[in-house]
């Protein structure tokens, strides 16, 4: 497939990937192109920032969870020729896993995507300093696929002095720069970029960026980047999600926690869930005091419970809901998020408790620091969920802990080797900290339907 794409990455984080990303999706979205975004790696946050505050199809790439071929498959996925497509880096360009290897790094994925970068550099506080710098990264791109600069942070004036000196010692184009504006200035928070619903200027702010970015970068230089792009795999013939559903009835419902507090889903996750043949429906623990009628299992994902625990527990008609289901046999994966939701009590850093969906009789509570951090490979002790002796590769990021972190499953550092047990797990419940990533291990996916069908059956035959 022929497909335009270019990754906007960075040589560290905080360089103004994000910024640089969401003003070029809106100026080709304005320019009359079909935009859609990537964000490398296990990052929620970003791709609600394409989607939700700019409109805009996103999903993640990790090739960590899936490799350098199944990667490419995902990126094809639902895709054709009319898309321009543009990969957000993560971190620096070249940190991987554990930040010393290549697996999971921008770089890794760029390769194996065979896209072109643009580099995105923060030149504030820097003169000349920026040439080593950028010649560092350019040395040690074996595939050459740096073809363009970026500069973030810099003054029109000081812009058009660098700007040749970089392009005529080191053979790059520049392709523009961004000035410091406080009106793009995204905020940050201990989990990464605040939630795109709680700027209420969001769009605002992204809009005044891609503004701006149209007076001072180059659209020509990075449209031509992309184009240059090769060919990459044949058309992959992967069935849409309407196809599956038409092939294989959707006999049973999954309700998915969906709102300001639950709001971490890897959009592959829920794909694979429809294409394993079940319905998707989503509910708000926040607002509803219902679960949704004829729901047969529940996917409760991550995002901050902690910031609307009052509100949650207020809601007890829905935790009350929650608990009766679980009680009943409905089958529950609950992840982050939603696995401190359905422990008995939330204790918040100030010590306020709050009483949660009961179905986990523990408590979760502020460390005030992380806890754990990094990408993770489970393998559950007796198979419920997965295949005996076989892995799901998953990411953790949180700064609460519980009483009952589980030890039906061991999870293994990949880079360190250090293992240690998590997760509750049995026939209907998978529940602790750790983010999945399903086409990590499809069967994972495959045995939550079929485990939401078997409920199904056990109630009509009451």
Same mark, same amino acid.
């Given at each position: 497939?022929?497909?335009?794409?270019?990754?906007?990455?960075?040589?560290?984080?905080?360089?103004? *990937?994000?910024?640089?990303?969401?003003? $070029?999706?809106?100026? $080709?979205?304005?320019?009359? /192109?079909?935009?859609? @975004?990537?964000?490398?790696?296990?990052?929620?946050?970003?791709?609600?920032?394409?989607?939700?505050? $700019?409109?805009?199809?996103?999903?993640?790439?990790?090739?960590?969870?899936?490799?350098?071929?199944?990667?490419?498959?995902?990126?094809?996925?639902?895709?054709?020729?009319?898309?321009?497509?543009?990969?957000? +880096?993560?971190?620096?360009?070249?940190?991987?896993?554990?930040?010393?290897?290549?697996?999971?790094?921008?770089?890794?994925?760029?390769?194996?995507?065979?896209?072109?970068?643009?580099?995105? =550099?923060?030149?504030? +506080?820097?003169?000349?300093?920026?040439?080593?710098?950028?010649?560092?990264?350019? =040395?040690?791109?074996?595939?050459?696929?740096?073809?363009?600069?970026?500069?973030?942070?810099? @003054?029109?004036? !000081?812009?058009?002095?660098?700007?040749?000196?970089?392009?005529?010692?080191?053979?790059?184009?520049? =392709?523009?720069?961004?000035?410091?504006?406080?009106?793009?200035?995204?905020?940050?928070?201990?989990?990464?970029?605040?939630?795109?619903?709680?700027?209420?200027?969001?769009?605002?702010?992204?809009?005044?960026?891609?503004?701006?970015? *149209?007076?001072?970068?180059?659209?020509?230089?990075?449209?031509?980047?992309?184009?240059?792009?090769?060919?990459?795999?044949?058309?992959?013939?992967?069935?849409?999600?309407?196809?599956?559903?038409?092939?294989?009835?959707?006999?049973? &419902?999954?309700?998915?926690?969906?709102?300001?507090?639950?709001?971490? !889903?890897?959009?592959?996750?829920?794909?694979?869930?429809?294409?394993?043949?079940?319905?998707?429906?989503?509910?708000?623990?926040?607002?509803?005091?219902?679960?949704?009628?004829?729901?047969?299992?529940?996917?409760?994902?991550?995002?901050?419970?902690?910031?609307?625990?009052?509100?949650?527990?207020?809601?007890? *008609?829905?935790?009350?809901?929650?608990?009766?289901?679980?009680? *009943?046999?409905?089958?529950?994966?609950?992840?982050?998020?939603?696995?401190?939701?359905?422990?008995?009590?939330?204790?918040?850093?100030? +010590?306020?408790?709050?009483?949660?969906? +009961?179905?986990?009789?523990?408590?979760?509570?502020?460390?005030?620091? @992380?806890?754990?951090?990094?990408?993770?490979?489970?393998?559950?002790?007796?198979?419920?969920?997965?295949?005996?002796? &076989?892995?799901?590769?998953?990411?953790?990021?949180?700064?609460?802990?519980?009483?009952?972190?589980?030890?039906?499953?061991?999870?293994?550092?990949?880079?360190?080797?250090? =293992? !240690?047990?998590?997760?509750?797990?049995?026939? &209907?419940? /998978?529940?602790?900290?750790?983010?999945?990533?399903?086409?990590?291990?499809?069967?994972?996916?495959?045995?939550?339907?079929?485990?939401?069908?078997? !409920?199904?059956?056990?109630?009509?035959?009451?």
């Amino acid at each position: 497939m022929k497909i335009n794409r270019v990754m906007i990455a960075a040589p560290a984080s905080g360089s103004g *990937k994000t910024v640089f990303t969401c003003a $070029l999706l809106q100026a $080709l979205k304005d320019g009359g /192109w079909q935009p859609v @975004s990537y964000k490398t790696g296990p990052d929620y946050i970003d791709p609600m920032f394409h989607e939700r505050a $700019l409109g805009i199809p996103a999903k993640n790439l990790d090739t960590f969870f899936t490799g350098g071929e199944q990667t490419v498959e995902l990126f094809l996925k639902d895709r054709g020729e009319s898309d321009f497509a543009v990969l957000e +880096g993560v971190m620096g360009l070249y940190d991987g896993l554990g930040g010393v290897r290549e697996e999971g790094s921008s770089y890794h994925l760029a390769r194996v995507t065979k896209t072109p970068i643009v580099l995105v =550099a923060d030149v504030k +506080g820097m003169g000349r300093s920026i040439l080593p710098l950028l010649a560092g990264f350019l =040395a040690y791109d074996k595939e050459h696929l740096i073809q363009g600069v970026l500069l973030n942070r810099i @003054s029109k004036s !000081y812009y058009e002095i660098v700007k040749p000196l970089i392009e005529e010692e080191l053979g790059i184009s520049v =392709a523009g720069y961004l000035p410091e504006r406080e009106a793009y200035h995204i905020e940050s928070r201990h989990l990464g970029l605040v939630m795109p619903k709680e700027l209420g200027d969001i769009r605002e702010r992204l809009r005044a960026a891609s503004s701006e970015l *149209k007076k001072t970068v180059s659209l020509e230089t990075i449209i031509h980047i992309a184009q240059r792009a090769p060919r990459i795999g044949p058309p992959v013939q992967i069935k849409t999600r309407e196809e599956c559903h038409a092939l294989k009835a959707a006999d049973v &419902t999954i309700a998915v926690a969906r709102d300001e507090a639950f709001c971490f !889903y890897y959009e592959d996750n829920i794909s694979l869930l429809e294409e394993s043949g079940a319905r998707i429906t989503y509910f708000s623990p926040l607002r509803d005091e219902k679960l949704p009628e004829g729901c047969h299992a529940l996917l409760l994902g991550g995002g901050y419970p902690e910031l609307y625990a009052k509100r949650l527990s207020k809601n007890r *008609k829905m935790r009350r809901a929650v608990r009766e289901a679980s009680g *009943k046999g409905m089958p529950i994966v609950a992840e982050c998020g939603g696995f401190m939701y359905l422990h008995s009590t939330m204790t918040d850093k100030e +010590g306020n408790h709050f009483d949660m969906a +009961g179905v986990i009789a523990a408590d979760c509570y502020d460390t005030g620091k @992380s806890v754990r951090f990094g990408y993770i490979e489970l393998r559950e002790k007796q198979s419920c969920f997965l295949p005996e002796n &076989t892995i799901i590769r998953g990411h953790e990021f949180h700064y609460y802990d519980s009483t009952k972190n589980g030890e039906d499953a061991v999870a293994v550092k990949p880079v360190t080797k250090r =293992a !240690y047990p998590c997760i509750i797990i049995d026939e &209907t419940h /998978w529940m602790g900290f750790a983010h999945l990533y399903y086409p990590s291990n499809p069967e994972f996916a495959k045995s939550l339907v079929e485990k939401a069908g078997r !409920y199904r059956r056990s109630l009509e035959a009451q």
